[in-house]
């Protein structure tokens, strides 16, 4: 069965650095989602991404957060300068598209630690 | 703006029985309803959606769920419940085909043997 692929899996990063969250969606879709979900939380949209250009954005994803899919597979979500309250698992999502509201499919997260 | 409550934190149920795990939802226009459910250090796992059609909806593993639009309603039902059915479950809603899911603070469901 297809899968939403994620690395790495556990990243620990110092306050202030810059880390890039990597994601493979499924090949044939074409919505892409960034969530997070602080420890012991809701899970939380942070961004939405269609044909190459954000679509939707919470009011989480300032300034330093930003999205790329560079190749045409993967999907990245950058933070600039990481902050101890950016420390949560950060889920990347993917859905067929299509007017019926497919379901998401989400990787197994990447699980970001700011020290 | 769209929202879901679901009002147990924990549910407990022994093995066997029957299970119910509550989820109402707020939303403009024809919601588009969606459970998930997370194991320990997983992903979210897809379990079953409410698009239109009939109100129950079948799903994985056994679970299902009945759309209840006068009470804006969408509780997750399993007739009989395992050990393994244990993990963490999620209500969600979109407003519309492939806009965001916004998921409730979820229900953590422990099955006792």
């Known amino acids: 069965e297809p899968e939403v692929t994620q690395t790495p899996s556990h990243q620990v990063t110092q306050m202030g650095q810059e880390v890039i969250l990597r994601c493979v969606p499924i090949s044939n879709h074409l919505y892409f989602y960034w969530y997070r979900q602080i420890l012991g939380q809701k899970v939380e949209f942070l961004v939405s991404?269609?044909?190459?250009?954000?679509?939707?954005k919470s009011e989480i994803f300032d300034d330093q957060f930003s999205v790329e899919r560079p190749d045409g597979s993967n999907f990245t979500l950058k933070i600039r300068s990481t902050k101890l309250e950016d420390s949560a698992m950060y889920f990347c999502?993917?859905?067929?598209?299509?007017?019926?509201?497919?379901?998401?499919?989400f990787g197994q997260g990447t699980r970001l630690t700011v020290v | 703006a769209q929202s879901v409550a679901q009002p147990e934190d924990q549910v407990n149920v022994a093995e066997g029985n029957p299970l119910t795990v509550k989820c109402t939802y707020s939303?403009?226009?024809?919601?588009?309803l969606f459970w998930y459910v997370q194991y320990p250090n997983r992903g979210l796992q897809f379990l079953l959606k409410?698009?239109?059609?009939?109100?129950l909806v079948k799903g994985s593993y056994g679970f299902e769920a009945e759309f209840n639009k006068s009470q804006t309603s969408f509780h997750l039902k399993k007739p009989s419940a395992l050990v393994s059915d244990s993990a963490l479950y999620f209500c969600?809603?979109?407003?519309?085909?492939?806009?965001?899911?916004?998921f409730g603070k979820g229900t953590r469901l422990s099955v006792i043997a």
């Open positions: 969600a809603v979109r407003r519309s085909g492939n806009t965001p899911l916004v």
């Open positions: 991404f269609y044909n190459n250009e954000i679509s939707e």
């Open positions: 409410y698009i239109t059609g009939d109100n």
């Open positions: 999502a993917s859905t067929a598209g299509g007017p019926k509201g497919a379901e998401a499919f």
């Open positions: 939303v403009s226009g024809n919601p588009y």
